[in-house]
């Protein structure tokens, strides 16, 4: 027995850090059979919402560049046929899972997967690096790696996974390196209702508000969110 050697692995850029309420604004992913990349996929998406500077800054991904892309709904299907049946490996992987899972959940699909995430392999693992942020890992095992971009992130985190393994695998440690079984609770949201909509036009136009989202894409729990936020700020 050896550590899993076919996987794939993803990572994403998104607007924040809570998919509750921010959205996926690249994907990337790399088929892995027998530790070698087989073949790769890279997206960016259109959240139809503005990113703040400094999304804009730590990602390199400027609103122009999302402008005309597609919306996240659009790149399921070919993204569910690429993942396939695979275990995904990513660092600080339930935080991708948990955006992808919100996306599928809302697009009616099932999306249930097993994972290794190198984040707490290396906290395991390598405890003679201070830091177990990726960049960091990166340079302890003089790995190439753009930074903060979807597809370089998981090439780089394709070979941590490889030296880890290479490095660090050991029979009576198996337990470490064996996938697990992802968890994210999250219900299927309903699209913002005809009413939301035209009551959040109204409220915006009666205050002359640039939203920075379009509001037609957004969930019904979203759209109470944001009726609530202008109201605190210009009353009812």
Known sequence: MSAVMDYVCIDLETTGLSPKTDR???VGAARV??????????????????LEERIEELTGI???????????????PELEVFLGEDILVGHRIGFDYSFLKRAFVNGKKEFEKQGIDTLK??????????????????RYFSINHQAH???????????LYQKLAEDYWQEERKEIFLP???????????????????RLQR??????????????????NEASRYLDQLYAVYGR
């Open 24 to 26: 996926i604004i690249e």
């Open 33 to 50: 059979r027998q530790g070698r990349v087989t073949d790769t996929y890279q997206r960016l998406i259109d959240p139809r919402m503005q």
């Open 62 to 76: 400027s609103n122009s560049d999302l402008k005309g892309q597609p919306a996240l709904e659009e790149i399921l």
């Open 121 to 138: 392999l290396a906290r395991a693992l390598v405890t003679d690096c201070e830091s177990k942020r990726l960049e960091s890992l990166c």
């Open 149 to 159: 971009r979807a597809l370089g992130d998981v090439l780089a985190t394709v070979d």
């Open 180 to 198: 697990r079984q992802l968890i994210y609770r999250v219900k299927k949201e309903s699209p913002i209702t005809r009413a939301q909509l035209e």
């Open 203 to 220: 409220v915006l136009e009666k205050h002359q508000v640039k939203p920075s989202v379009e509001i037609a894409s957004l969930t019904r």
